[in-house]
């Protein structure tokens, strides 16, 4: 593998949640956010299950595996999805964005104190940098006031959490782990959780349950095949190969494909705040991963 696939694959996950805001939006006009989670992660656990039984791809996992993986799993998607579609329920996006843009910060504590990854000290700038860049979007857009509820501001924290618990666990189990095996585990998990709760809110049983999907199929063939299936690869392959603090930060690049997503294709305003705090965020990763590669270049050349 070339030195740069793990950037490549990291610039890859965070253009792929980035788009998938616009779709997620589109859907949720129909169903409920459960039942548009149901359907997305049981889309991506029968595009997984389907290419192992045609042998395009190969996951031996015993039972022992998956129950060691599971907590990965709890933590994303199950924990995190559900505080974040429930927080931005109590507050709004705008404040929900806010809060998420920290998970960096959280990774890079976490990463020090379980992994013993210590960022080098330039690095530390850079990653404030690229949060700050997106807090100064999501301040600018919302300049009347921030909807912060409590409970609402509890569960996004706890989004926040589970976020950066998942990258450390990641991380930790890439070491045994293929980014492929941990991503099907991540699937099924989310495909059986997400749809027992769907189906429990259903009012119309299972035959409501699947009579909407006619309405959103485009929606979940992307947030399933594209958003979770390709983007969660993506990111346990770039856990594998980089560190936690330096394939975080690269999650702060969704900011970005979202507002551009917008502007090309919803037609939204782009407004020059949106520049300045692109700039900040791409400066931010940059740095964060530049310097992060000093060590091995001085070792390289001595």
């Known amino acids: ?26 859907a949720l006009a129909h169903i409920g956010p459960f039942h548009l989670l149901g359907l997305r ?4 656990a029968f595009l997984l299950g389907a290419l192992q039984l045609m042998g395009i791809i190969k996951i031996n996992l015993a039972w022992a595996d998956y129950k060691k993986l599971l907590p990965l799993a709890f933590f994303q998607p199950l924990l995190y999805f559900a505080a974040e579609t429930l927080g931005v329920q ?18 890079t504590i976490l990463a020090r104190i379980v992994l013993n990854e210590r960022p080098r ?12 860049g997106v807090l100064f979007i999501m301040a600018m857009q919302n300049r009347t006031g921030l909807e912060a509820g409590g409970l609402g ?57 699947l009579a909407s999907l006619g309405a959103v199929w485009p929606a979940v063939l992307y947030l399933g095949a594209l958003s979770s299936v390709a ?28 507002i551009a997503a917008g502007t090309l294709f919803l037609h939204e305003p782009f407004r020059w705040y949106h520049a300045v705090g692109a700039a900040a965020i791409l400066t931010g990763i940059w740095g964060t991963n530049y310097f992060a590669g000093e060590k091995s270049r001085h070792k390289q050349a001595a």
């Open 153 to 209: 501001s509890i569960l996004l924290l706890g989004a926040v959490l589970s976020a950066a618990l998942y990258n450390i666990a990641s991380r930790q189990a890439s070491r045994r782990y293929s980014p492929l095996a941990i991503t099907w585990v991540m699937m099924l998990t989310g495909a059986i959780a997400f749809n027992a709760v769907a189906l429990l809110l259903a009012p119309g049983g299972a035959g409501q349950y």
């Open 1 to 26: 593998m070339p030195k740069t696939a793990p950037y490549f694959a990291a610039l890859g996950y965070a253009t792929l949640f980035g788009f998938s805001f616009m779709f997620t939006r589109s």
């Open 231 to 258: 983007a969660f690869f993506l990111i346990n392959y770039s856990l594998s190969q980089l560190t936690a603090t330096q394939a975080a930060v690269f999650s702060n690049l969704t900011t970005i494909i979202s």
């Open 121 to 132: 000290p330039l690095q530390y700038p850079f990653i404030f940098v690229s949060v700050g």
């Open 41 to 44: 992660f049981a889309l991506a």
């Open 90 to 107: 109590l507050t709004s996006s705008s404040y929900a964005g806010m809060m998420i843009a920290i998970i960096p910060i959280f990774v």
